[in-house]
Structures are given as structure tokens and as C-alpha cells.
């Protein structure tokens, strides 16, 4: 059966919808988008949390975020792996409320950074007005003896090193069977919304929220012990180890049929998962083909008909 095919003068490219915003962190080309929402699945010793210390390590040499906070009630155990990555105020207990009080932490820095640019903004107003010699008006003076210009003429600073929208990554560890899944609705939310939390009064650099990347580390691929099947299927990313139970990992085949070839996804699972610790990360939206499976997070696992399709700057 054949197919004529017949281009009509319609929904043409002057009538495309303005560009939305992605609400991307800044990241480089082999590192994976960001905010993700990241399940981590393997039995205990597996190496679940050093495989996830490595991935924010790096992600910290690239300074994509300003913030990291865990909840997990076993902080002293993995002290190692993310001591010096997490400052231990932004340590949480697992309840019914850590989520949510996380979220409200991202929303304060939003808060506070809107306030900086509204400081800086009457900064820059008021470096004019000295410049230009003009004496000011009362509401004027006023207004920046309430900032302490007129006391201290010196530029507001943002806390973090960047200026920009915070960027935060919240860490899940060891919460399963806890009130923090159990009970809380923070968990639906970040896992819906995660890359809309703490929406700005404005959009700037492509972003219309800060966002808040999340990382779920599990011994338990899917309920009653692990997250629910609708949480699963927000994911941007999946990182498994060796699983022996051949019913779970048909649970694993039939929920990715939908968004990766089952084919591609077992030869990349026998693959990455042949050595001792070894582990098979899986992207769901690659900024290339090529990086959609990854051993080990640093040895992409690339089939032939993907390569065709390589967007990566230097080809390999």
C-alpha cells in the first residue's frame, strides 16, 4: 500500500507559538539535564549512594547548583560520600513534613533572590542620580536611607556565587517506609512539578521557576516497599544495578517499552551490569541519542542506528 503525501498552506512557521521557556539549569554537554527527577534502584551494597555521590560531585564542579539538601535518616553513615557536598543544616529527618519544608526553603531563596534584584535595581538608580550631580527629592531620600545607601554606598552582593535563580537538588536516601513517603504529599508534587516549584515574579535565562532537581535513592524498584507506579513515570532519569529477580525486572521492561526500545535497553542493562557494581543509568530525554544509556555514569553504551543521529561536538 502506497502513500501520496501533499504540503497545504496551514500552520506555517510565522504562526509557530513563541519559544517556551525550559526551565533548564546550566549544564555541560555529557552532563545530564537539569533539574532531573532521578530514581536510584539496587539491594543494600550496591554502591547506590557512592554512585550518586559521584554524579553531584561533578555537577558541583560545573556549579550547577547553589543547594543541596538530603533527607534521610542514616546522614552519618554516608557522611563520606556527602559530607563536604551537603552542609549538614540542610539535613533532614524523614516525615511527613521534610518535603515540604524543603520546598519551602527553595521558595525563601526565590523570595530573597527577588528581593537582591530589587535592591540592585535601586542601586544602579541611585549610582545615576551621583553621577548625573542632580540633588534628589525627598521621596528619594527617603527611599534610600531606608536601603542605607545614603549611609553605605556599596553594591548588593548575592549569597550565592552566581546571579541567578538558585538552583537546588534535593537527595531522598533510605525514606522508604517512612511518614515522608507514607504520608506526605511533597513526594507527588516534586515528582510533577519539580521543574516548576518556586515560580519567578519574572522569567529570566530561559527559566520561569527555580525549579528543585530531585533524586530518589531506593533498595525497592517498585510498591508497597518502593515509589508508586505514577511517580515512575515522571522520571527523567533511572539508575539500576544488578537485579537476580526476573519478575522485577519485567516490571522494569514493561514500563519503559513505552519511552525506550527493549531491545537496546537489555543489551545496555547485560552490559553495565556484568561487573561487581556495576550500573546502567538511563535517559529519557538525551540531549543526544548517544547519551540516552550510560555504564557507570562515564561510559556511554552507543548502538549504531543512534550514532547516525550523533549531535555530540566532537563525534565520539
Known amino acids: 500500500m502506497s502513500i501520496t503525501t501533499k504540503k497545504i498552506p496551514i500552520y506555517l512557521k510565522d504562526t509557530d507559538p513563541s519559544q517556551g521557556v525550559s526551565n533548564e ?3 555541560s554537554h555529557y552532563a545530564i539535564r537539569q533539574p532531573c527527577l532521578m530514581y536510584v534502584s539496587a539491594v543494600r551494597n550496591s554502591g547506590k549512594s557512592f554512585s550518586v555521590s559521584k554524579l553531584v560531585t561533578q555537577a558541583q564542579k560545573e556549579n550547577t547548583f547553589d543547594r543541596i539538601y538530603m533527607i534521610t535518616p542514616t546522614f552519618l553513615s554516608n557522611i563520606s560520600y556527602f559530607g563536604k557536598l551537603i552542609d549538614k ?9 521534610s518535603i515540604q519544608q524543603v520546598i519551602e526553603q527553595v521558595e525563601a531563596d526565590r523570595d530573597e533572590y527577588a528581593e537582591f534584584k530589587r535592591k540592585k535595581k535601586l542601586y ?9 550631580k542632580r540633588e534628589l527629592t525627598d521621596v528619594e531620600i527617603f527611599k534610600f536611607e531606608e536601603l542605607g545607601f545614603l549611609d553605605n554606598l556599596s553594591k548588593p552582593v548575592w549569597k550565592y556565587k552566581y546571579e541567578r535563580a538558585p538552583t537546588s537538588l534535593l537527595v531522598m536516601d533510605d525514606i522508604l517506609s517512612s511518614p515522608a513517603i507514607l504520608q506526605s504529599s511533597g513526594l ?3 515528582a510533577t512539578l519539580n521543574r516548576h516549584i518556586a515560580p519567578l515574579d ?16 531506593s533498595q525497592t524498584y517498585s510498591m508497597p516497599q518502593g515509589v508508586s507506579r505514577a511517580l515512575r513515570e515522571n522520571l527523567t532519569h533511572l539508575l539500576i ?11 522494569i521492561r514493561e514500563e519503559l517499552g513505552g519511552s525506550v526500545d527493549e531491545n537496546k535497553f537489555m543489551i545496555a542493562y547485560n552490559h553495565a551490569t556484568k561487573d561487581k557494581y556495576g550500573n546502567l543509568l538511563i535517559d529519557f530525554n538525551p540531549k543526544c541519542p548517544t547519551l540516552t544509556f550510560r555504564k557507570n555514569l562515564n561510559e556511554l553504551i552507543i548502538f549504531n542506528e543512534d550514532a547516525k543521529e550523533c549531535n555530540c561536538s566532537d563525534k565520539k
Open 202 to 217: 519574572e522569567p529570566e535565562q530561559n527559566r520561569s521557576a527555580c525549579g528543585l532537581a530531585v533524586i530518589i535513592i
Open 25 to 27: 539549569y546550566k549544564t
Open 89 to 97: 543544616d540542610d539535613v533532614y529527618e524523614p516525615t511527613k513534613d
Open 124 to 132: 544602579l538608580e541611585f549610582v545615576t542620580i551621583l553621577k548625573s
Open 188 to 190: 507527588t508534587k516534586v
Open 241 to 251: 544495578f544488578k537485579n537476580k529477580q526476573e519478575k522485577m525486572m519485567g516490571k
